[in-house]
C-alpha cells in the first residue's frame, strides 16, 4: 500500500473512532395516560460512573435534566402544575436546587442543546421531594405514573429519587 493510501486510511479510522467517541447517549422515554391524556418524556440518559452528582450539586444549580438535548415533556392535554394551566403541547424541563429544596420547572422553549442554561421565563414550577433510593441507578431513569388522576414523576440517578405530581385535563 502506497504511504498516501496508508495516511488517507489512517485518517479515514481516526476520523470514524472520534465520531464513535462523540455519539449522544442514549435517549430514554417516559409515558402515562392521565384522565384519557398522554403525557411523555423524553431525556438524554447521562452514566454517574461511580460519582454521586446529585449529592455534589450546588446551591443555585440549574440543570437541563438528562444530557445533551434537554429534556422534553408533551402532553395532548391541559397540565396543571402547582396551580398553573399549561397549554398542550410540548416544554423543556429544568432542575433548579435552592438550598436544600429541589424544583422541577417547565420552560416554553424547545430545541434547548448543552449551554447555557435556561434560568428565567418558565411557564411552571413545582417542588420536588428529595429522597434516598433503596437501590441505585448508574444512568438516569425518569418514569411517569397515573396516581389517583395525577401524574407522578420520578427522577431516579444513583441513590437520588425526586418526585412530584401535575395534574393533566
Known sequence: MSPRKLLTAALVLGLAVACAAQQPSKRG???????????????????????DLLAQAPDGLVWRLG?????EISTNGTLVVNGKELTAGKYTLW??????????????KTGVWGKPELREGYAAEMP??????ADSADQL????????????????????L????????
Open 29 to 51: 422515554t417516559a409515558e402515562a395516560t392521565v384522565n384519557g391524556k398522554k403525557v411523555s418524556v423524553n431525556y438524554g440518559r447521562p452514566s454517574l460512573n461511580g460519582r
Open 67 to 71: 444530557m445533551n438535548e434537554a429534556t
Open 95 to 108: 432542575v433548579r436546587k435552592t438550598g436544600a429544596d429541589w424544583t422541577l420547572a417547565f420552560h416554553p
Open 128 to 133: 420536588l421531594k428529595l429522597e434516598k433510593s
Open 141 to 160: 431513569v425518569i418514569d411517569l405514573a397515573d396516581k389517583s388522576g395525577t401524574t407522578e414523576i420520578k427522577i431516579h440517578w444513583g441513590t437520588a
Open 162 to 169: 425526586l418526585t412530584g405530581t401535575f395534574g393533566v385535563k
